[in-house]
């Protein structure tokens, strides 16, 4: 099983919607991150979070919640989709030491 | 200007080829450096980490940190078609509880 795990893999969904993104993971990490990837922009960070009372915003935030249920599962939201917001979304965890670990990404199309 | 700038590429190179891959970066408090390698349809793994200036050396890769330049490479010596991939740079500041800040990508093709 992989240690981080994302669901759905892939997702369409129509303008105006909330969706959301689920993380869960088996490192025993107190940090998670949520990224998005758009082509020749790289990686973003949306949100991150220390622990389960530590939610903070990222560099692109805005249309974006999360939610930290518990140490291992940290869900990013989007409350009404619009398609610019159509990426990759990738969850990551990390020790704070030296590697974050990603999941296999969540494909996001809003049409 | 970005904070980590990385040409997107793509770079194409014969199998045996050694691949130069650089990045450079405006902000002086990154302290700690690192290389990711995606291959398609998956997330980021990391390749290569290197803490301040100094080569590091891990079988065919060699990852260079000029702080003085603000300048970063990764080295693949006798490249292979299962390099192909894209590498990503990231770096973080101490005190940023690891909040990565990474280059665009290089998307490289290893042709055999």
């Known amino acids: 099983d992989a240690d981080v795990t994302q669901t759905p893999r892939n997702r369409i969904t129509k303008t105006g919607k909330r969706i959301m993104l689920e993380c869960s993971q088996t490192?025993?990490?107190?940090?998670m991150y949520w990224y998005r990837q758009d082509p020749g922009l790289g990686l973003r960070l949306i949100y991150y979070?220390?622990?389960?009372?530590?939610?903070n915003k990222g560099e692109i935030s805005d249309g974006y919640s999360v939610s930290r249920q518990a140490q291992a599962k940290f869900s990013l939201s989007l409350e009404s989709a619009i398609p610019n917001q159509t990426a990759l979304y990738f969850c990551?965890?990390?020790?704070?030491?030296?590697?974050?670990?990603f999941g296999q990404g969540t494909r996001l199309t809003v049409v | 200007q970005k904070e980590v700038e990385q040409d997107p590429g793509p770079l194409s190179v014969p199998e045996g080829a050694i691949v130069s891959l650089n990045c450079t970066y405006s902000?002086?408090?990154?302290?700690?450096f690192m290389w990711y390698r995606q291959y398609s349809r998956k997330g980021p793994e990391l390749l290569m980490y290197t803490y301040s200036s100094g080569n590091k050396e891990d079988g065919r890769f060699t990852a260079q940190v000029d702080k003085s330049s603000k300048y970063i490479s990764l080295f693949i010596r006798d490249s292979q078609p299962s390099d192909s991939a894209t590498y990503l740079c990231?770096?973080?500041?101490?005190?940023?509880?690891?909040?990565?800040?990474f280059g665009k990508g290089t998307l490289l093709t290893v042709n055999p």
């Open positions: 990551a965890t990390s020790d704070g030491n030296t590697e974050a670990f």
């Open positions: 990231a770096m973080s500041a101490p005190g940023s509880n690891y909040k990565l800040t």
């Open positions: 979070s220390f622990d389960v009372k530590d939610i």
């Open positions: 902000n002086s408090a990154f302290q700690y």
């Open positions: 490192k025993g990490h107190d940090r």
